[in-house]
């Protein structure tokens, strides 16, 4: 088998091992260009829906060389074989700045961009899994960072809501456990704070906040009564009733 000596590796290849070196080395070269031309797209798609870099969008692509150990050939035939190989390597991309809340504040986090043609996808933001035009990818980031800030606000005003509805009973009820707790909407199992009220007893009573501006005039959501409700009782009450 014809074989050659690359004199900078130190190793010696076969033809046709070079020239799967050689492919995979343009390979690499042809990926950063098309990587930089997509990266490059959609800069130019954001800039004209209206995204500014810096404030809406940032990227942080990069080209560079680099020399490493890669692996070449194949397990499955015994033909697998590890060779320095120096090549063009792109990473990176654009990503769009994404409010989130963490830590009781609003925080920014990156939201990858892909792009189909003249449109744009980023899951980040919207509900569906599709591409859309650059306007309306603009307007749906808009509306998406206004709402985590409405959220932010909402539920700093539902947390001073709980606390106040917390200490009026701890101070009517001092024998009492006080908390707040949760309970779910049956039909989309979203959950929702309540305020928990557990006597000595057993017994207890919940509370959820009330609406818009008013949140801290509670209103009756639960009760179990531990008297009543002990699994004896419920069987007695059961074994009671008329048959149909």
Excluded: W
């Excluded at 070079?18 to 950063?32: D, H, L, M, P, S």
């Excluded at 808009?142 to 809501?161: H, P, T």
């Excluded at 909407?185 to 959950?191: G, L, V």
């Amino acid at each position: 088998m014809n074989t050659q000596l690359d004199l900078f590796h130190g190793k010696v290849l076969t033809v046709e091992q070079q020239e799967e070196v050689n492919n995979f080395i343009k390979r690499q070269a042809e990926r950063a260009v098309d990587s930089q031309n997509n990266v490059n797209r959609i800069i130019t798609l954001l800039e004209e829906a209206g995204f500014v870099q810096g404030k809406d969008y940032d990227s942080n692509f990069d080209v560079y060389e680099v020399t490493k150990e890669n692996m070449f050939g194949y397990s499955y035939n015994n033909t697998n074989y590890e060779y320095e190989v120096t090549y063009m390597n792109a990473v990176g991309g654009v990503y769009l700045k994404v409010n989130t809340i963490k830590d009781g504040k609003i925080k920014e986090y990156t939201a990858s961009i892909d792009r189909e043609g003249n449109k744009l996808m980023c899951t980040s933001i919207t509900s569906q899994y599709r591409y859309y035009k650059p306007s309306s990818l603009y307007t749906k980031f808009n509306e998406y960072n206004e709402r985590k800030v409405n959220e932010l606000e909402y539920n700093n005003k539902q947390k001073i809501a709980l606390d106040i509805v917390v200490a009026k009973y701890q101070k009517l009820y001092p024998k009492a456990e006080v908390k707040i707790s949760s309970d779910y909407y049956r039909r989309s199992y979203s959950s929702f704070p309540t305020v928990k009220v557990k006597f000595e007893s057993g017994s207890s009573v919940e509370f959820t906040l009330g609406y818009g501006d008013e949140m801290e005039k509670e209103r009756f959501h639960k009760k179990y009564d531990a008297q009543t409700e002990t699994i004896e009782n419920l069987l007695e009450r059961f074994n009671s009733q008329k048959a149909k």
